[in-house]
């Protein structure tokens, strides 16, 4: 099984890294994309969505060209769009693509969308949830807005002072990680990345299966390759 992923940035590119070691441990990755052999897999970067699409058409070219590759996945923020209107952008792009003669040849795809974004996913972390936050916007995002460790966050609405829900849900997490204590850990990502981060994730969802759909969807896809 060889993967090939094209992910939005290098927050992205980290957390995969950090997370398919953990899920699918007999991946190894490659750092250039014609060196996969067995069990391999290849994760490059976009730089942002507006960049996607071409890279889109380069890595399937770049898959037909090397002949050893079983999938090419995307992972891409739902941001403003429902996920449903983002698979379809993602789907007409491939339609187009394929006019032009640029079609997978004997790999498969597979979009795997954040809703919102990678930090909504990370407020499903129950663990974070301090049972007394002291920072005031916390507290105000708990109990006047939307209490995330109870309600789905992929559901959470946009902050009538945030212009966008991915803005948001990111300061949200990071209000959380402040409140442990823990944002000098692991770079920029805060404890994110770790083993355990994940575990919680897969607890919360354990738990309440009608949560954090997207990303059981990441987790769906690790179990079945």
Known sequence: ????????????????????????????????????????????????????????????????????????????????????????????????????????????????????????????NRDMYPPNPYHSTLVDYLNNHYNASINDPEKMPKHPNFTTHADFHKNYFWLLVKEKKKHQRKGDLGPAVEPTYLNALQARIKATPTHLKTFQIFLKFCQEI
């Not at 950090?18 to 970067?45: Q, S």
């Not at 996945?73 to 952008?89: F, M, N, Y």
């Not at 792009?93 to 990370?122: M, P, Y």
């Open 1 to 124: 099984m060889n993967l090939f992923f094209v992910v939005e940035g290098q927050t992205e590119a980290k957390v995969y890294r950090a997370w398919l070691a953990h899920l699918v441990p007999h991946l190894k990755e490659v750092e250039d994309p014609h060196e996969v052999t067995e069990n391999n897999y290849y994760l490059i970067y976009a730089g942002g969505q507006s960049a996607i699409k071409k890279l889109i058409a380069d890595s399937i070219a770049e898959i037909n060209q090397v002949g050893r590759y079983n999938y090419l996945i995307i992972c891409l923020d739902a941001e403003e769009s429902l996920v449903k209107s983002k698979k379809s952008e993602v789907y007409k792009h491939l339609v187009d693509c394929s006019t032009k003669g640029i079609s997978l040849q004997n790999a498969k795809f597979k979009l795997i969308i954040q809703n919102r974004c990678l930090e909504t996913w990370f407020l499903g």
